[in-house]
């Protein structure tokens, strides 16, 4: 049989970086080391990773390779969700070595997005019917009905309250500012694809706070009734304080997270 040749090996490359590591396993001696360092950006990795990349697997993640199929999207975007509610943990699992997927991010934002918006007009919409049952008559007239359904619509009024421009303008500045720090970043090998998967998931805090405090008003309403509503205005007003001060709240602790444990 003719030769065919040198042996085709894997082209093993920095999962940072980049960098060409195919050098290096053949000169090992005594023994194969568990963990390897690039030398180009100085990441940390095992090397079982790069010889097997399907070894770093994770089913769960909306970004992963194996997650195919609008079912399958679906799924992991809401198991995705329920991890990102713990960025502790999530940015313990999630590292800047696992590709970036933009098409798989916007997606999710849309689709959070979108889902927070949709739960929150359902809480609405039942705390109304709680009030309405427990009057037993129509305690609004036709033109406050319609303008009622109108802000479930499209609410503008909510959407350019100043607390809530406080709200975006407080999950948009840690991303910003890390834009500035161009040389500190390219140290760290830190690429905008990273800044751009971490505002991403910074949406999931916010957006849960939010759908707690809409159940806390759901479930108040079905419990007072018109005794709710008597006070209901204050009290909604106070509790959406609350809910928008702690959101702002996690922001900084969700970017803590991701400065010490993302881009470690």
Request: with cysteine.
């Amino acid at each position: 049989m003719a030769d065919s040749g040198p042996e085709t090996r894997r082209v093993l490359r920095c999962p940072r970086c980049g960098y060409d590591l195919t050098g290096t396993p053949p000169t090992w001696q005594d023994a194969c080391p568990i963990a390897g360092l690039c030398s180009e950006c100085g990441v940390t990795f095992e090397w079982g990773d790069l010889f097997n990349p399907r070894r770093n697997q994770r089913p769960w993640f909306i970004e992963d390779d194996e997650v195919r199929g609008w079912g399958r999207l679906l799924i992991a975007g809401i198991r995705t969700t329920l991890r990102a509610a713990r960025p502790w943990r999530f940015w313990r699992d999630i590292r800047m070595e696992q590709p970036v997927n933009r098409w798989r991010l916007g997606w999710f934002a849309v689709w959070w997005l979108v889902t927070v918006y949709v739960l929150i007009i359902v809480l609405y919409v039942g705390y109304l019917a709680s009030i309405l049952l427990s009057a037993m008559v129509s305690i609004w007239d036709l033109g406050i009905a319609r303008q009622i359904i109108h802000l479930l619509i499209w609410p503008w009024y909510y959407l350019i309250h100043p607390i809530y421009a406080a709200l975006l303008v407080f999950h948009l500045a840690p991303c910003l500012l890390l834009c500035l720090l161009t040389d500190s970043l390219a140290r760290a090998r830190v690429r905008m694809s990273h800044l751009v998967r971490a505002s991403a998931y910074a949406l999931v805090l916010p957006g849960l706070i939010m759908l707690l405090s809409g159940l806390v008003i759901l479930l108040v309403g079905l419990f007072y009734g018109l005794e709710w509503f008597a006070t209901g205005r204050f009290l909604a007003k106070s509790l959406r304080s609350i809910n928008l001060t702690l959101a702002i709240t996690a922001v900084p602790l969700w970017w803590g997270f991701v400065i010490g444990r993302y881009m470690r």
